[in-house]
């Protein structure tokens, strides 16, 4: 979980690490897809309105994993 953009944060990080070590996982990245621009809010609003509270995440995961 990252409260940054997907590109060139803790999730490139770990893509490399995984990609780089022949490690067969999946991985799915959380982040925050775009600037938030003209939004502002607490700390726990923010993550919600992106995608990545613990409940969002929550959902997201079962969501890929039923799909599979």
Known sequence: IEAHYPAGGLGSLIAECI????????????AVPVVPRGVSGTQGY????????????????????IAQ
């Open 19 to 30: 990609a780089e070590n022949n490690i067969n996982c999946r991985l799915l990245r959380c």
């Open 46 to 65: 923010m993550n919600k309105y992106f995608g990545i509270s613990g409940e969002s995440i929550a959902e997201r995961i079962m969501k890929e994993v």
